[in-house]
């Protein structure tokens, strides 16, 4: 039998672990139009930096504890209605928790920024 090598599975934003722990990351969050998340009902104010001690790091998880955040075109085909909006957030390599083997764009970190409303370029 042949070893199982898991590097083959690792999906493509695993290159942001690769990244050194000081470098500042940029990644996105769909919100309802009030800044709350749809999920937990968390209510999130543009500027302000959020910590989260009690996360999930088991990469075989896709979703569990921890700040979640997520590609640009995957906020765009999860948000449920023109009534949500997408903020970006930034948060260094270093406060990556997880990055699931099974993402389709979502993963975890444990402190980020909130810094703007996203709106698209035209």
Do not use: H
């Amino acid at each position: 039998m042949k070893n199982f090598d898991i590097s083959k599975w690792m999906p493509d934003l695993y290159i942001l672990k690769s990244q050194p722990p000081k470098t500042k990351l940029v990644a996105y969050k769909f919100l309802n139009q009030d800044l709350t998340s749809p999920y937990q009902n968390f209510q999130y104010e543009i500027g302000e930096t959020y910590t989260c001690d009690d996360y999930n790091d088991d990469e075989r998880i896709t979703c569990d504890k921890g700040l979640n955040v997520a590609t640009l075109s995957w906020c765009k085909r999860n948000m449920e209605s023109n009534k949500q909006i997408i903020v970006e957030v930034s948060f260094l390599a270093g406060d990556i928790v997880a990055i699931p083997y099974a993402t389709d764009g979502k993963f975890r970190v444990k402190k980020m920024k909130i810094e703007r409303v996203y709106e698209e370029v035209k």
